[in-house]
């Protein structure tokens, strides 16, 4: 009797075990076409270098924007040290631009889902959180009346950045379900990543807009303005 237990147990370990490995095998089938669905990809067109080598244009012009200051011979009217601090805030920006991994996205012509994933984690990183937060919306510039008059706008602008991109990521996410591909998946997908990549590009684009804003704003404070 005992052996007969034993070998009935023995029996119903093996169903399960082959049912787990069935379950396994199944998985990794779903996957396998999973990865197929994100494997659609994203063709930026001929102007694909635009946006990158407008971005390069564009921190040049900040950078000679912030290249007429120097601390040690500045004698206008506002505050030298409120200056200083919005200067260095400002160079941490241009820094935080130049060096992202962002521009190795910007200057591919052709982009998958997962380019986009991780276009929208680089630029959350490295520009968002590292210029826009940490430097932009931290800038405090009370001893300058005319930054104090546009920085309730600047606020705004960058709690909108942060709003867009927490948006455009849940729609990534959202849509990241294993499944069978389809005809309508792939034509979803695609439009995913398509209207995702465009979006953060778009965010990308405010962004270095805003730092140039504050960088114009900047030039006109050294050179006369208060």
Sequence with gaps: MKKFILEYVNIIGYVITGL?????????FINFYHYKEVAITYNKGDSYMNTYNKSKETIQSIKNDLSVYDPN?????ADNTTLMQIHGRLNL?????????????????????????SFSTLYQSEILNDCVVMQIYSINGSNIPSYNAIKPYIDLDVKSLLSDLNYTKKNLQNNSSYQFTSDFDRVNVFDITRDSYTNIEASYNRSLEL??????????TVQGGV
């Design 93 to 117: 920006c241009v820094s935080a631009f130049e060096n992202s991994k962002v521009n190795d996205i910007l200057q591919k012509q052709v982009v998958g889902i997962k380019d986009v994933y």
């Design 211 to 220: 730092v140039k804003l504050l960088s114009q704003w900047f030039k006109n």
């Design 73 to 77: 011979a500045y004698h206008g009217g």
């Design 20 to 28: 787990i490995f069935s379950l396994a095998v199944f998985i990794l």
